[in-house]
């Protein structure tokens, strides 16, 4: 693998902005992010992360923080995935997709030269590669949970005679999990009575207790534990 793309980078719409706005960087602007960045404790959450720069910076609004974020992480990944072992080999085809995409106006040799030379800058953090990375690998998963919502309910029983009151009862748990799962979002539907609850409780603290264990373990050995919260 030479890390090199075998065809022009395509940079996702979503990151135009991103792109755009750290193309269109001054000097000052730059080096206050950059030092941010530097400083910002590795997270796995993206929105934690953002806001950490946003704490160390004096006059740079939130819009143009997040996205140009968002594109560095975004950047990151597609270098790794795609085994660039030079940051300047991998910057110079980003040039060549911006200029190819037409995502910024006048985008001049010099103005390439300089997003150039800042994008490498931005991709020698080792913090922020370690983010994207911790990102990657969290989602490299067949079925990614997205959320999930737990609804107790009572079912009435009635005896031979529907027209008196119920003789009894019964309390049961419905489990509603969305998940992504190549690229749709999908739900699954349980039912649970209180046995399982019990169950699916103590499974869920066993875990817990064995993260903690792991936690422990990594501090012990002066590795940093990536948290997403």
Known sequence: ?????????????????GIKLLVGLDNS?????LA????A???LSRSSLVSNVMGALKNIPLAVVEPIVQ?????????????YTSVD????????????GRLVPNFDPDSQRRFKERLSRFLGLKNL??????????SEHERLLCSARLITDIRPIFGTDPTRSPEAAII???VMVRYHEGGELKQLTMALDDKDIKSLKATIDRAEHKASSLRSLLAEKAIQCLETE
């Not at 693998?1 to 902005?17: S, V």
């Open 41 to 43: 404790p590795p997270t």
């Open 36 to 39: 941010s960045l530097k400083g």
């Open 129 to 138: 590669g370690l983010v994207a990375k911790g990102l990657d690998l969290l």
């Open 172 to 174: 049961f748990h419905v």
């Open 29 to 33: 602007a730059e080096s206050e992010i």
């Open 1 to 17: 693998m030479t890390g090199l793309a075998e065809r022009p980078l395509n940079i996702p719409r979503k990151y135009h902005e």
């Open 89 to 100: 080999a991998f910057a110079d085809d980003i040039c060549r997709a911006v200029e190819g």
């Open 71 to 83: 594109a560095l992480l975004s950047l990151y990944t597609v270098s790794a995935a795609l085994e």
